[in-house]
């Protein structure tokens, strides 16, 4: 079946711009994870969605991302007012229930100018 | 807190070499772990998991054994490939079905280069 799929592959954009990052998790998986990827901290966990429940935003680094799960399902990552900082790979991952794998979506690469 | 901590890179090696990745965790409770590698221009994927003490874990001749004692999990392979050239992270994570979030905690990752 479909694995998990991020939009875009790519995102250039300037500072102080907002972006949103799409994530479209395995059919049937009710927790969804963004990570992100950088030089500088490694992977880091962003944010985790279970179900209905209310999100795990522990690990959003400050109050300019936000992300939101509609329906269950699709997830999206927003970062405002972007700085240079924020550049990196954003990781989607999604996982059944009963299980410890994730499954890990392509990234989008974001980069701040 | 919990953390990962995995050998710096980079490692090279003539193909056929024998591998090992050491990867050492700090931990407040029984985590599972896991080794995931990205290869060149691709996504993580899960390589092998362990999810308690003593247990082995292996795929595509990789293994990693979970040592409590030591609280290590070092990948090997015996016989490395050029097609082995990649990224690993070890990771660790909590699944607790009751409700644990299970986020994946990873070491800075090890970048493998296999020359033929």
């Known amino acids: 079946g479909a694995g998990v799929s991020q939009s875009p592959s790519n995102k250039v954009t300037e500072k102080g711009k907002d972006v949103e990052l799409r994530c479209d998790p395995i059919s049937g998986h009710t927790a969804l994870y963004w990570y992100r990827q950088s030089l500088g901290q490694g992977l880091e966990f962003l944010i985790y969605f279970q179900g209905n429940s209310a999100p795990d935003k522990s690990g959003l680094p400050s109050d300019r991302f936000s992300a939101e799960r509609t329906g269950g399902s699709v997830s999206t990552l927003t970062i405002q007012r972007t700085q240079q900082e924020d550049s990196a790979v954003y990781l989607c991952a999604s996982r059944g229930l009963r299980t410890d794998t994730q499954y890990f979506g392509p990234g989008t690469r974001l980069t701040v100018l | ?116």
């Not at chain 2, 890179?9 to 931990?27: D, K, M, Q, R």
């Not at chain 2, 003490?53 to 990948?75: C, I, M, P, Q, V």
């Not at chain 2, 090997?76 to 690993?88: F, H, P, T, W």
Request: net charge neutral; with cysteine; proline share 3%.
């Open chain 2, 1 to 116: 807190g919990d953390s990962v901590t995995q050998m710096e890179g980079p490692v090279t090696l003539s193909e056929e070499a024998f591998l090992t990745i050491n990867c050492t965790y700090t931990a407040t409770g029984y985590p599972s772990l896991f080794w995931y590698v990205q290869y060149p221009g691709e996504g993580l994927q899960l390589l092998l998991k362990a999810t308690k003490a003593d247990d082995k874990g292996s795929n595509k001749g990789f293994e990693a054994t979970y040592r409590k004692e030591t609280t290590s999990f070092h990948l090997e392979k015996g016989s490395v490939q050029v097609s082995d050239s990649a990224v690993y992270f070890c990771a660790l994570s909590y699944m607790n079905y009751g409700g644990s979030q299970g986020n994946l905690i990873f070491g800075k990752g090890t970048k493998l280069s296999v020359k033929p």
